[in-house]
């Protein structure tokens, strides 16, 4: 029977890869990517050689039974996404839950991961806090911010460029404009940048200054 290692990647700068995943990249038979192409872009930096399977959103309820059949049949299969640590709002998790199922053994290695380092460098309180990864585009979106509201603990959350400033309104209207959060963009890469404050303080900086890159959005506990 073989099995499953989740190998986090770098979330920006190539240094932030492990040992530990180094030796992961080379030792597995098989590895599934999010993208070919990234991967690719990063086994070459790391002068790997690896065959390549795609596992993503778009094809892992298709293709999932087939991975698992790939993995018992391999001693170890490596999975990577294009950044960070797999099944972190990126694939992963029904493919574990399925070679759980089948017996297989699963790894995952510590590593890179966009909200740790945002999370702490905010200056919110982290002893307890819940993460909610990307909020829903549409349905079911206010919903979301009126639990994370009454849970009154710091949350966390994953916002495109394209969505943050209607974030940011959304926080002021429900929370306040007052309310103390922490953004972090582009962690780990050439331009992070970390803007902390009141809702509408944050909210005027990506105002005069265009979102561009990947957000962590860390929102305060709300009290009354």
Do not use: W
């Not at 590895?31 to 002068?47: S, Y």
């Not at 797999?86 to 992963?92: E, K, L, N, V, Y």
């Amino acid at each position: 029977m073989g099995k499953l290692i989740l190998i986090p990647t770098p979330i920006g700068n190539l240094g932030d890869i492990t040992l530990r995943a180094i030796q992961a990249l080379k030792e597995c038979s098989y590895l599934l990517a999010e993208d070919t192409r990234v991967t690719g872009k990063l086994l070459n930096h790391l002068e790997i050689k690896k065959p390549i399977k795609s596992y993503h959103n778009a094809n892992e309820h298709k293709v999932v039974d087939q991975m698992v059949n790939l993995i018992a049949s391999e001693s170890l299969v490596g999975m990577v996404t294009d950044a960070g640590t797999p099944a972190i709002s990126d694939p992963g998790f029904l493919l574990v839950k399925a070679c759980l199922e089948a017996g297989i053994d699963i790894e995952c290695l510590p590593g890179p991961t966009a909200f740790v380092p945002a999370l702490v460098a905010s200056g919110l309180p982290n002893e307890s806090f819940v993460f909610e990864g990307f909020l829903p585009h549409k349905k079911g979106r206010q919903k979301k911010l009126e639990a994370l509201k009454s849970f009154g603990k710091t949350a966390v959350l994953y916002e495109s460029p394209y969505r943050v400033l209607k974030l940011f309104n959304e926080v002021m209207e429900l929370f306040g404009e007052n309310h103390q959060i922490a953004v972090g963009r582009e962690i780990s890469k050439l331009y992070e940048e970390y803007v902390r404050g009141e809702a509408k303080e944050v909210l005027k900086h990506f105002e005069e200054h265009p979102p561009k890159g990947e957000f962590v959005v860390i929102l305060g506990p709300y009290s009354e």
